[in-house]
């Protein structure tokens, strides 16, 4: 499931809370959205099934929580880009990362760090 840039929005303060979140915060921490369009977003979210909401009394007014956390969404973002565009190559992923001019040295001790540490666990 794809989550769109506006979408992505909510999910963050969604995914940053420690508890749910109401309709007045997502509203106050994005004050250059409108309420219908903050409703919107979260009714798409909704359905695609990485959101869940909760009336609250007789307003207009809902609690919302992520029912699918960040790591998991990262993960399967990760893998369906790698299958789509690395035709599921892992090596073609990392060497695009390498090819990058903003992947610096210390980027790469992490990741080679980061293997190691990974490799040992398997």
Do not use: C, N
């Not at 963050?12 to 959205?33: A, G, M």
Request: proline share 1%; charged share 35%; aromatic share 8%.
């Amino acid at each position: 499931m794809k989550i769109t840039s506006a979408e992505m929005e909510i999910m963050r303060i969604v995914w940053s809370s420690q508890d749910r979140v109401t309709t007045r915060e997502l509203t106050e921490k994005l004050p250059d959205k409108k309420l219908t369009t903050i409703s919107t977003l979260a009714g798409r979210l909704i359905d695609k099934g990485v959101l869940k909401s909760e009336k609250i009394g007789r307003s207009h007014a809902h609690e919302y929580w992520a029912v699918v956390s960040e790591e998991e969404y990262k993960k399967e973002q990760t893998e369906e880009f790698m299958h789509y565009i690395h035709h599921g190559s892992a090596k073609s992923l990392i060497s695009a990362l390498f090819d990058l001019e903003e992947f610096t040295q210390e980027d790469m001790k992490e990741l080679r760090e980061f293997i190691e540490q990974k490799g040992e666990k398997r």
